[in-house]
């Protein structure tokens, strides 16, 4: 994993970028002895040396997916406020609740990030009450609205914050980043013996 680890122009970002060959990894993991701990296994030694580890899965809820879920402790679940991706919503929960029980007892759902919201349609609204009382406050605060300078951003290689830092998009996006790290530290307060707690 060293070997493909790559220093972005922004200060410590790193990426592993996936590549063309990452299509047949599905195929190849398939015959493969313990296949659903690949990628925890390959992540393991570099886990101690950065703060965050984001896994950016592929929409689809194969042996990529099942393996990013594996090697991780917690799971961001980001929604379009849309009904198709509602549908799509059920069917991550339950490979999240078999990943849980029989591959990765620690797992969690860490939030659920609603975004592409159009606060102009009804069905915007709709979507974002009905997650809301499923997932309760698991649901992050910050919506993030359609943005064109969001959508942007990739083709021109930057994240949005960098390419237009005051788009309202970006604003909110660095809203979420502050309520993610503040939920990252409660659960691991609460996670935390009682007798560290209060040193957290």
Known sequence: IKEVVLQTEFKDIFIVPATAALSGAEVELVSQFGRE?????RIEPIIGGYDYIFIDCPPSLGLLTINALV???AILVPLQCEYYALEGLGQLLNTYNLVRERLNQNLEISGVILNLADFRTNLTNQ???EVKSYFGDKVFKTVVPRSIRVSEAPSFGKPAIFYDRYNKGSLMYLSIAKEFIERTR???????????????
Do not use: C, G, W, Y
């Not at 701990?37 to 296994?41: S, T």
């Open 186 to 200: 409660q659960r691991k307060s609460e996670s935390a013996p009682e007798t560290e707690a209060s040193n957290v």
């Open 71 to 73: 090697a991780s402790d």
């Open 127 to 129: 979507v974002i009450e």
């Open 37 to 41: 701990f690949v990628l925890k296994n």
